[in-house]
């Protein structure tokens, strides 16, 4: 089956550049109908009041939130109008080509898509997801992701909200469930269309945002763990924390830092958006500025409380370095480029901290450029047994940890909860915290770097009330490990 896309050339203004950017609106083969828009709520004055100022704030403190560069984006190559016919051939390569009928689309979002002339085989997919005020077309000539798609092969999703706020919607109850409804099914549907026409590397997908982007990347891993691979957040805020069920796109207390929850509430916020999956979860990265006053400072520790409670780690850093002046960066679960979670503090900076460069950062994080190490080993990485010697009150247990990948292990996490009643008194091989519930062992100096098929053996002392069992479920560095 075939059908014949119309194009038409649209121009993106650039801010310190006269180039004009053009896009080709190409209509797919194999779209899918709308499930309906969101649910909106009533139209109260103070309510509308609240989210114009929300809106103008998050999308615009500053010029710089607008044009988040201070840099000329890459000149592109204009497009010349064309007939597409195939599905192979839906988008021009090295053009901002903007891509219709997709799939499910309940919130009416645009698609914009970056193929580069270098596109490789199965390619990895990034989803760049931009700011209020933003767009698509301002997300591609803002950041320099098409460049370094040019550079190492990707394609770029660019959705675009149409709503008047711009902004994307990270609130209502049905975008923080899986399958819900509103933006997050649209993007998803963007990420399918990608991946059928270019037969892209479903295991090699990534989201990526800035300010209202970023909470949408947050959204988006909660959402679809199994989608994404990682992600990478600039100044945004935890998943959930924006929840809101009177149609508000805002939540001052979220913007404010006074949202606050245990990492356990905020991992079970995440976990209840796809109730019963056990699979691996994705990486995060998160960006935060010390002055941020748009999203407050306090959003950046929240949220990395919540992903390492998702990704079962531990929340003291296994690394701290400053890989700039002014910037503080920790990583979680791991020491290498591809930790569980990174997050970098930038030190007296505000909301608008994406600078260029940045995002060559977030692809080494992502593992996509070739200077850099693999990601580490996640689905199906591992394989644990865990046996006990008990007496009256105490056990013995010794936990034998096989790296069952194909890739070296460079520094490890393993997760696992005690039976009720127990509590461990000393250990060896790793450091346990907290004694009792869900514990993390972290390994040792000596013991940090696993080979593939390699093991290493640890152990722990505890005291019991009467069940003296071994647990019965583990991760490493947040992938659930078999047991034998």
């Known amino acids: 089956m075939s059908a014949t896309g119309r194009t038409t050339v649209h121009s993106s203004a650039v801010r310190t550049s006269a180039v004009r950017t053009s896009a080709v609106r190409t209509s797919a083969l194999h779209g899918d109908t709308a499930r309906g828009r969101p649910r909106s709520g009533p139209a109260v004055l103070f309510a509308a009041l609240v989210s114009l100022l929300a809106t103008t704030l998050l999308g615009a403190p500053g010029a710089a939130a607008r044009e988040p560069v201070e840099k000329a984006p890459v000149e592109k190559a204009s497009v010349t109008t064309t007939s597409v016919t195939t599905r192979a051939a839906a ?166 830092g006074t949202v606050l929850h245990t990492p356990q509430e905020w991992g079970d916020l995440v976990r209840n958006a796809y109730p019963g999956y056990t699979g691996p979860r994705p990486r995060m990265q998160v960006w935060h500025g010390t002055e941020d006053d748009v999203l407050r400072y306090p959003n950046f520790g929240e949220e ?105 292990i460079e520094g490890w996490q393993l997760g696992f909860t005690l039976p009720s009643g127990q509590a461990i008194t000393n250990g060896w091989g790793a450091t346990y915290a907290p004694a009792s519930g869900a514990v993390t062992a972290t390994n040792a100096s000596y013991n940090g770097t696993i080979a593939a098929n390699a093991s290493v053996s640890i152990g722990y002392q505890a005291s019991h009330t009467g069940n003296s069992s071994a647990p019965a479920a583990f991760t490493l560095n947040g992938t659930a490990c078999t047991g034998s």
Not at 198 to 205: E, G, I, K, L, Q
Not at 327 to 356: C, F, I, K, M
Request: proline share 6%; net charge negative; aromatic share 10%.
């Open 91 to 256: 988008a021009p390569t090295a053009a901002l080509t903007e891509v219709t009928g997709f799939g499910s689309n309940p919130s009416n979002l645009q698609m914009y898509l970056y193929v580069p002339d270098s596109v490789t085989a199965n390619p990895a997919v990034v989803v760049a997801v931009h700011y209020c005020t933003g767009s698509g077309p301002a997300m591609y000539s803002g950041t320099e992701y098409a460049s370094l798609a040019d550079q190492y092969g990707f394609i770029v999703v660019y959705p675009s909200v149409t709503r008047a706020s711009k902004c994307f919607d990270v609130s209502s109850p049905q975008a923080l469930t899986r399958g819900g409804g509103s933006d997050p099914v649209g993007i998803k549907s963007m990420v399918d269309w990608v991946t059928r026409t270019y037969s892209a590397d479903t295991d090699r997908v990534f989201a990526t945002g800035i300010s209202s982007g970023a909470m949408m990347t947050n959204v988006l891993l909660g959402d679809y763990p199994d989608v994404f691979a990682a992600g990478a957040a600039f100044s945004g805020v935890p998943f959930g924390c924006f929840a809101t069920t009177d149609g508000s796109e805002w939540n001052s207390a979220c913007s404010g």
């Open 304 to 408: 990395i409380e919540q992903w390492t409670n998702v990704l079962g780690v531990s929340q003291t850093p296994a690394a701290t370095d400053s890989p700039q002046s002014g910037w503080t960066r920790t990583r979680y679960g791991a020491t290498g480029d591809q930790a569980p979670v990174e997050a970098v503090s930038l030190q007296g900076v505000g909301h608008n901290l994406y600078a260029w460069g940045m995002a060559a950062r977030v692809l080494t994080f992502f593992g996509l450029d070739s200077s850099g190490p693999g990601p580490q080993p996640q689905p199906g990485a591992c394989k644990v047994t865990a046996t006990t010697s008990a007496w009256n009150t105490g056990l013995t247990g010794s936990v034998t940890i096989t790296n069952t990948g194909t890739s070296r």
